[in-house]
């Protein structure tokens, strides 16, 4: 083989291995772009526990208790003392005076400008004289930081908190009913690892080039073992 012919050889090896990297580090940049569309589901089991102990304390209080959760402008959960999926204002009947939590938020691509952002609005039924500060839940561990890390299990929390801001709130009267425990463990992520997921482009990445060091070494080495020598001087018949 000549030069030119395993510079041609060696050049190839170099274009596949950029391509490997261009492609590794463009799919990087698209899963990072879509982690602004995880979605949020809140399990039933926990929802349905909630509105049991939200079914408990409307009985002791003689006030409805209820939750919502958007994200943006979309509901992602909602439910009661009613029931899950039932809006505590849904029955004027059953419920004339109502305390409804809405938990608010949302997460944003990578790539957008935009913050993420969670926040509470407290709203009471006409009703009721008092309003309740949402603030309240801060000190409770439901604060909207943890609304925007966690949104399906803190919006169960503040719902759950929603009887005892009632009662300091001056709105309702009579003991908080104990919580139940609810819902069930959720199963243990298998085969993950937290460095090889953070960190899989740059394995990629210096792998590639690593390969790349060895194909070209050993490609010159057969090529400086097959590579015929030049006749010494002096060696030629004279």
Sequence with gaps: MDAGARKKLIDGVWV???????????AYCSTRDGAGDDTVAVPAADAQSVAADLARASAVHGV???WQLLNG???VSAGSNLGV???????????????????????????????DYAQYTITVSAGLAAGIDPA????????????LDDPSATILDAAEALPLL?????????????????????????GGSDFLRDRWVLLVITGSFLL???????????????????????????
Excluded at 166 to 189: F, L, Q
Aim: proline content about 8%; aromatic content about 8%.
């Design 64 to 66: 409805c208790y209820g």
């Design 166 to 190: 009632a009662m300091e709130a001056g709105i309702a009267r009579g003991d908080v009913p104990e919580a139940t425990a609810s819902g069930s463990p959720a199963p243990v992520e298998q």
């Design 16 to 26: 596949a291995i950029v391509a490997v990297v261009m492609l590794s580090v463009f």
């Design 136 to 147: 309240g839940l801060e000190r409770l561990g439901a604060g909207p930081n943890r609304l």
């Design 85 to 115: 999926d039932v809006r505590v204002n849904s029955s004027a009947d059953r419920c004339p005076k109502w305390v409804e939590i809405r938990g608010t938020y949302h997460w944003y691509p990578d790539s957008s400008e935009s913050e």
């Design 73 to 75: 402008t979309t509901p």
């Design 212 to 238: 790349a060091a060895i194909g070209t070494a050993v490609l010159t080495w057969v090529f400086t073992r097959t590579k015929k020598p030049k006749p010494e001087a002096g060696t030629e018949d004279e």
